[in-house]
T-cell receptor, first 113, second 113 residues
């Protein structure tokens, strides 16, 4: 079965610095990879996805993610963090041929002024 | 506005008292799913539905029931709630394609005493 790991519970960065939120995955086939963000008292919102093609995908709010097949990773990145980026971030994967989406445990990003 | 609507947002109940959490989407999505979110565990899938009258168990289905009589609605039923079902619940929907991202409701915080 497919699975996702987010190795960091918490990531702290200073405003203006680059940020990276890590994700690794395990699937039996080709992965469909997603990042979601959750703000307080809200549901998850879709940020970006990787299906095929370029390993660097761009999404909402200036976020991008890099797919690395050999390392089975899909790290979320942003060149310059904002305080408003502080939230809970989830990586998720769908395995080809399976419709259920598996989520990581989440990483809390805190951006300090 | 395209949205997934869950009700109620907050619910406090007692052990054994049957309850239903409603979920409705207005995007004509075939796929709908229920998740529970617990600290450190991320989102775990309870049940999902690929279309009307088609439902299947997720990772943690014990103690829950669902039905999909109409495409837009996917209620979650707890016939005899127990304290270990205290959690934050999310309904989500998407098109059936594997690359279709999930759209989430704003969540239902359930407390069972």
């Amino acid at each position: 079965a497919q699975s996702v790991a987010q190795p960091e519970d918490q990531v702290n960065v200073a405003e203006g610095n680059p940020l990276t939120v890590k994700c690794t995955y395990s699937v039996s086939g080709n992965p469909y990879l997603f990042w979601y963000v959750q703000y307080p008292n809200r549901g998850l919102q879709f940020l970006l996805k990787y299906i095929t093609g370029d390993n660097l995908v761009k999404g909402s709010y200036g976020f991008e993610a890099e797919f690395n097949k050999s390392q089975t990773s899909f790290h979320l990145k942003k060149p310059s963090a904002l305080v408003s980026d502080s939230a809970l971030y989830f990586c998720a994967v769908r395995d080809w041929g399976k419709n259920d989406m598996r989520f990581g445990a989440g990483t809390r990003l805190t951006v300090k002024p | 506005e395209a949205q997934v609507t869950q009700n109620p947002r907050y619910l406090i109940t007692v052990t054994g008292k049957k309850l239903t959490v409603t979920c409705s989407q207005n995007m004509n999505h075939e796929y709908m799913s229920w998740y529970r979110q617990d600290p450190g565990l991320g989102l775990r899938q309870i049940y999902y539905s690929m279309n009307v009258e088609v439902t299947d168990k997720g990772d943690v289905p014990e103690g829950y029931k669902v039905s999909r009589k109409e495409k837009r609605n996917f209620p979650l039923i707890l016939e005899s709630p127990s304290p270990n079902q205290t959690s934050l619940y999310f309904c989500a929907s998407s098109f059936i394609q594997y690359d279709s991202p999930l759209h989430f409701g704003n969540g239902t915080r359930l407390t069972v005493t």
